[in-house]
């Protein structure tokens, strides 16, 4: 079987990590988030934790290096080397993207997503999030787990982000546009983008990657 190998780009609270649980279930895949993982080895107080802390807190980015020598790593493990993965958070700017192709060589991203929602969007969709600090799933204000702020899917404590603050949140879409936007027109040039409109609701948002990623699986 062939593998599946996705990236899903966009802003903050573009609903990234929601659509790339969906992804990952849907194709069978692992889903590789670099965010989730290095608030996990935050909470472990590991050595990549430790690292990488001061500039998640001020919602900078944490240093190439360090960020993708862990990718390296978690893509060498054999659900993804052999299945393939939905990455959401990574590559981040266009040395990364560089440093994916190398650790990808000779096998390709199949598709570049770009999940498209207007900055006051996801604005306002930041300032109510909440998410569960065990598997990442997202909730909100206005859309809460069944029972006090326990994860339905796991059981997790969900909480609101210590980075989802507004001027955290100004600083990291600040960054976002700086940094990550250029590489929409890097993996334009090269074919292997398509841009999915991310408002609506979270089903019809799937329905949408869906028919963008089968289309493209198929010519391959
Ligand atoms: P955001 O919603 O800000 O995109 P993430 O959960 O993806 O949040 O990431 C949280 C923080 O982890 C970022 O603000 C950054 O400090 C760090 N981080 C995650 N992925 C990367 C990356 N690819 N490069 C550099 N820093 C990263
Ligand atoms: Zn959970």
Not at 89 to 93: L, Y
Not at 144 to 154: F, L, M, R
């Given at each position: 079987m062939l593998a599946t190998r996705l990236v899903i780009l966009g802003k903050?609270?573009?609903g990234k990590g929601t659509q790339a649980i969906r992804l990952s279930q849907h194709f069978r895949v692992p889903r590789i988030s670099t965010g989730d993982m290095f608030r996990m080895f935050v909470k472990g107080d590991s050595e990549i934790g430790r690292r990488a802390k001061k500039y998640m807190e001020s919602g900078d980015l944490v240093p190439d290096e360090v960020v993708n020598e862990m990718v390296r790593e978690r893509l060498v493990e054999l659900d993804a080397s052999e299945h393939g993965f939905v990455m959401e958070?990574?590559?981040?700017?266009v040395a990364q993207a560089d440093a994916l192709d190398d650790m990808l060589s000779p096998h390709p991203v199949d598709l570049v997503i770009e999940l498209d929602v207007p900055t006051g969007v996801v604005m306002r969709r930041l300032a109510s999030r909440r998410v569960c600090t065990v598997c990442g799933l997202n909730y909100s204000v206005d859309a809460?787990?069944?029972?006090?702020?326990?994860?339905?899917?796991?059981g997790g404590d969900v909480v609101q982000r210590e980075d989802d603050t507004e001027a955290v949140i100004s600083r990291r879409l600040d960054q976002y546009d700086k940094q990550t936007a250029p590489l929409v027109a890097w993996y334009l040039a090269t074919d292997r983008l398509a841009a999915v409109d991310g408002e609506g609701d979270p089903d019809t948002v799937t329905r949408r990657l869906l028919r963008a990623i089968e289309s493209r699986l198929a010519r391959r």
């Open positions: 903050q609270g573009a958070g990574f590559p981040r700017n809460p787990p069944k029972k006090n702020w326990t994860c339905d899917a796991c």
